[in-house]
């Protein structure tokens, strides 16, 4: 029987790594299957055509097939995340003249979330033109963050700043040109901001919620059911090639096949600042050791409560109705159960339970596990608050919108 | 039928390609028919022309941007914009694989805006073969330089009349099993090595 073949999209993104590591380092192949990847042009076409059945599986936003499975997108078809592609590896960077005036309210440009905010806070009420910030999709882990920071630093996402969607190559140049003023995005487009259009990176992910996921491969379920086996085989060449990934002595290797033309097509050095998290924010080099973490502290393992926490956000910003069926289908989303299954009888230590609170561990910690116990990283968000997926109501309830 | 009632926004970088759909809609008896080339456009455009259909290729990156100000849209009271139709499977297939998306006005009846998404499926498919057969004839005329320039080559060395020296290049080409292009190409490059 000849190997199967998995068809697969992705964007250009620093995120799509893993993806691009199991079909370049042989991990996929090590799993028995071939995987052909297509670059696509924006998170609709993955969408559609992941909906569609023309990729099997594709590099998505984590919150995109809980969109999916709750019937918020055009083709709307019940979707799957088996495993995840990292944490972290966002940044907020905005103009050089908007962060001239966040210096001048007292930004420290240390790249902490809390008092570039705050200064930024203090630029929007003075007044002015309406700042204009962008994000690649809507149901995107960027516009969440986006929107969290912003209001968890006092400024209404919909009425005190516009915020616009374009993709993720298109957000450096736009800034440039003065039609945005600030955006959300992946690496390594924060990066080309900073070199080519003097942008100023104002804070990371990793500084608003720390040890936060991002994207997921997503399929389809019922492609996953028919095909209980190639998905186990993507399991563990993601986990894989996130475990190569993870290690220092591969971050430079790992930036030069990122760099190529195929992938990102951009020159190396822009591309390895975030896979060695010495970021350069346009006045100096920070160590920023958890921007992105491929694998570390269970980054593959898809929590439920995870899923939990974009729902609440999709019913923040009134994307989705607050409803039992609507919080149970986000969670399904998400199956650590498949993850589990998959790498089971490998002495892999993986999370024992699908919940987990966050927001409430300041420092590295053990949760127990199917072998003894996983190391997680901290967790906190930025503002102090804390989402325990057993109080979710709650949380929605305290939550301000607009 | 079609529905000449119907306003129609194509959203297309490409300009040939949307002239090419626009005069289709209109032989079809499509009298509101608008066409921009900059997703950024469309918030004037949508408030001057209130579409009840826009089609937009997939190619273009800011089917994003679009979908968001759609969302946006809904907020200020205007008629959500969707994919055809959910349950219409094949017609989705059909037009994802020409490259081209469309959305419609919620309530808008199926039967009014398949004949417009199958119109602009058909067009952009015939545009795809317009620009295959463009860049075949302009393949062609590349080789048929290069085997007049090898024509001329052995025209000079060997003395020989136009007709034969095609005919040697067909000879050598059909004895190697080789395209003619080919042969030609060979003889320039040796030529062009071995100096006037």
């Known amino acids: 029987m000849s190997r199967p ?23 996929a192949e090590a799993e028995g299957f071939t995987l052909g990847l297509t670059r696509e042009s924006s998170w609709a076409n993955i969408r559609d055509r992941t909906a569609l059945g023309h990729f099997d599986i594709s590099l998505m936003l984590a919150p995109m097939p809980i969109a999916s499975s709750l019937g918020l997108t055009p083709i709307a078809t019940p979707m799957i995340a088996p495993v995840m592609t990292g944490l972290g590896n966002n940044a907020i960077t905005v103009s050089a003249n908007l962060w001239k005036a966040m ?105 608003i919620w720390q040890s936060s996921p991002d994207k997921a491969i997503g399929m389809r379920s019922d492609w996953a059911d028919r095909h209980p086996d190639w998905v186990a085989g993507i399991i563990r060449a993601i986990y894989r090639a996130g475990e190569w990934c993870q290690r220092d002595v591969h971050r430079q290797q790992a930036a030069e096949i990122m760099a190529r033309p195929a992938y990102l097509d951009l020159p190396v050095d822009i591309v390895t600042r975030a896979l060695t998290g010495q970021i350069d924010d346009g006045a100096h080099v920070t160590a920023i050791p958890d921007f992105f973490t491929p694998h570390a502290g269970a980054a593959n393992f898809p929590w439920k409560s995870h899923a939990l926490w974009y729902y609440s956000q999709m019913v923040r910003w009134g994307e989705a109705e607050a409803s039992p069926a609507n919080a149970d289908r986000a969670a399904a989303t998400f199956r650590p159960d498949l993850y589990r299954a998959a790498l089971a009888g490998k002495g892999i230590a993986l999370p024992a339970e699908d919940f987990r609170s966050s927001g409430d561990q300041a420092q590295r910690h053990a949760v127990p596990a199917t072998n003894g116990t996983v190391e997680l990283g901290p967790n906190r968000f930025f503002d102090g608050a804390v989402f325990d997926p057993a109080r979710l109501d709650d949380y929605i309830a305290g939550q301000s919108s607009r | 039928m079609p529905s000449p009632d119907l306003s129609i926004l194509i959203i297309d970088e490409n300009r040939i390609r949307a002239s090419i759909i626009e005069e289709g809609l209109r032989e079809a008896g499509h009298a509101r028919v608008a066409v921009i080339h900059d997703v950024n456009e469309v918030g004037r455009t949508i408030a001057e022309t209130a579409p009840d259909v826009i089609v937009i290729d997939l190619e273009n990156p800011k089917r994003d941007t679009l979908e968001h100000f759609f969302s946006l849209s809904r907020a200020i009271q205007r008629p959500i914009a969707m994919f055809v139709d959910r349950s219409d499977g094949a017609t989705i297939e059909k037009a994802v694989e020409a490259g081209v998306s469309a959305y419609v006005v919620d309530g808008l009846k199926k039967e009014r805006v398949k004949p417009i998404l199958d119109m602009a499926v058909s067009r952009f498919n015939a545009f795809s073969r317009l620009t295959r057969e463009l860049e075949e004839a302009r393949s062609a005329l590349e080789e048929r330089k290069i085997i007049d320039q090898a024509k001329g080559i052995l025209m000079k060395t060997r003395g020989l009349s136009e007709p034969d020296a095609y005919a040697l290049l067909r000879k050598t080409a059909m004895n190697q099993n080789r395209r003619m292009v080919d042969i030609a190409q060979s003889l320039v490059t040796a030529a062009s090595l071995l100096g006037p």
């Open chain 1, 5 to 27: 073949h998995i068809t697969a999209g992705f964007l250009p993104l620093l995120d799509s790594a893993l993806l691009v590591l199991a079909h370049e380092m042989g991990f």
């Open chain 1, 103 to 207: 210096a001048d309210a007292g930004a420290p440009g240390d790249l902490a979330a809390g008092p570039a905010g705050a200064a930024l806070a203090r630029v929007v009420r003075t007044g002015g033109k309406k700042l204009r910030f962008g994000v690649v999709h809507q149901t995107s882990s960027h516009n969440y963050e986006l929107r969290y920071w912003l209001a968890s630093s006092g400024i209404r996402p919909d009425l005190d700043v516009e915020i616009v969607v374009l993709p993720p190559p298109l957000l450096p140049e736009a800034l440039g040109s003065g039609s945005l003023d600030g955006y959300c995005v992946g690496e390594p487009w924060n990066s080309v901001g900073v070199a080519n259009h003097g942008a100023r990176i104002a804070t990371t992910k990793s500084s």
